[in-house]
RNA sequence: GGAGAGGUGCUCGAGUGGUUGAAGAGGUACGCCUGGAAAGCGUAUAUACGGUGUGGAAUCGUAUCGAGAGUUCGAAUCUCUUCCUCUCCGCCA
């Protein structure tokens, strides 16, 4: 979330800026102001109380000391009527931060500069593209026939085991989302990211931290017995690691990167969309995370860019990268950069990867704050992307990658698969 | 799952009702000392919010000793709830 300092020393310039994201916040903002003038002048009141109520205290204790009982005894009485006031301004004050905090966890962040405006998904800038547009054979089909005729994933099977959109994956099917797995893993470790295998199931309070809750909990899968919700990406018990966490700034740029199973409830609508692989209860995917100083974030957001881009082309899949307008960025994120490759068969540009830079916004609620030489802690700033989701990126590399003689696997992924070829 | 012990600052560790935000030690930083280093000596070393205030600073107040609630004039210290850790037993990959 924003915080309090900066909405109320830019008011205005907060309301113009989230209207690029669509959003009204006049009254919301004016809300914070309010409330938060409220809260300053609430919590004097009961510092200066308390402070009273402190010296009394010592006082009685000196007077008892000195064997003073009267005394003593008629100090107490005055103590009464502070106690009902500090009891007082104690709940209107727990009252005004409740509110406040309830507010503040509804104002999105604040979109960068270069955001370019417009309402939805057509309004996205392409920044740049590049891969050879595959030229397929007359009889080609979508990934999710492929998937049949090669026996690689079982969809009724795993409806049968558990629900749609929880599919098997078989023999080279299997082979194939390791190997990507461990591609990813491998590539992010050489550009210098720390492997993390995370917990798939998290606790509200980790769910708070990265916003999961309180507003998108219907999107989890949620084990009410334990209080525990499963992860809908790495991204949420990586970054909780450095919640309430202040880092020295030396150790900055912190750079983690994680697999992970990923479960999404997302009640999501059924047909040609999200057909065969292109939209999942259960998923693969490698994240990467970065903690940086603020000045340093966009220069990191343009090196996470950078090495995504490596991955689509190490994997020959034509790609192109989407600058998101306001209106289609996620509402925590200050600049977004999406990942599209081209899947053949279906005709169709899929999302395969989103890097965001989320400034201090994320880190504000997790409290994530590094302290420079000058001995001053202020908020890191946080990034992520995925680097990559593999449903997609099969579904490309099935359908692209079909030839008479079978699916051909890219060359830098053939140390890993043990195979080049699926037939 | 049963029985017991415990959770204090960056770390260890003292503290069982009254200037204790917290002794002591270690670590770290800076300074002195040294030709350089070690040792030694000195100083500093939590966070948040609020007040006054500044070029930067500074300074005062409040809260925080796992978390939450309570008793009390006053709680790290007493009571309750809850979370977590450890030991023993049971169960189990």
């Known amino acids: 979330m924003l915080t309090l300092k900066y909405i109320t020393e830019n008011t205005d310039d907060v309301i113009a800026r989230l209207g690029k994201k669509n959003f009204d916040g006049t009254e919301i903002i004016n ?129 049968k085991i558990s629900g749609a959109g929880f599919p098997v994956y078989k023999g080279k099917g299997a082979r194939l989302q390791r190997a990507l797995i461990n591609f990813f893993l491998d590539n992010a470790r050489e550009a210098g990211y720390l492997e993390i295998q995370p917990p798939y199931v998290v606790n509200a309070a980790s769910g708070y931290g990265t916003g999961q809750l309180p507003d998108k909990e219907g999107q989890m899968y949620h084990c009410t017995i334990d209080d525990l919700y499963l992860i809908p990406t790495a991204e949420v018990p990586v970054t909780n690691i450095y919640r309430d966490v202040i880092l020295d700034e030396k150790d900055l740029p912190v750079k983690n990167t994680a697999y992970s199973a990923c479960f999404r409830r997302e009640a999501g609508s059924y047909g040609k969309d999200v057909r065969g692989l292109n939209r999942l209860h259960q998923f693969d995917k490698v994240e990467i995370v970065q903690i940086q100083h603020p000045e340093k974030s966009y220069d990191t957001l343009n090196e996470m860019v950078s090495y995504v881009q490596t991955l689509v082309e190490k994997l020959e899949l034509p790609w192109r990268i989407l600058r998101l307008c306001g209106g289609d960025m996620s509402f925590t994120s200050a600049l977004t950069f999406d990942f599209e490759v081209f899947s053949a068969a279906q005709q169709r540009w899929l999302e395969v990867s989103s890097v965001s830079n989320f400034e201090s916004y994320q880190a504000n609620r997790l409290k994530c704050r590094f302290k420079g030489s000058d001995k001053k802690t202020q908020l890191c700033h946080t990034l992520n992307g995925s680097a990559m989701a593999l449903p997609r990126i099969v579904a490309a590399l099935l359908e692209n990658n079909q030839t008479p003689d079978g699916i051909l696997i890219p060359k830098a992924l053939i140390p890993y698969t043990g195979f080049e070829i699926i037939d």
């Not at 966890?105 to 417009?118: D, K, M």
């Not at 090669?150 to 409806?159: C, Q, S």
């Open 31 to 159: 809300q914070v102001v309010e409330l938060d003038r409220n809260r300053k002048i609430t919590q004097t009141q009961l510092d200066n109380q308390s402070a009273e109520m402190n010296n009394l205290s010592k006082e009685i204790g000196l007077l008892f000391k000195q064997g003073k009982q009267t005394e003593a005894a008629e100090a107490k009485e005055k103590t009464t009527r502070l106690k009902d006031e500090i009891k007082l301004l104690d709940d209107r004050l727990s009252e005004i931060e409740q509110s406040l905090n309830l507010l503040l966890v509804q104002i999105p962040n604040l979109p960068h500069e270069s955001v370019p405006p417009g309402k939805h998904a057509e309004d996205n800038l392409i920044e740049r593209s590049g891969g050879v547009m595959p030229e397929l054979p007359e009889n080609a089909v979508p990934h999710w026939d492929l998937a049949k005729k090669y026996d690689l994933i079982d969809f009724e099977l795993g409806v």
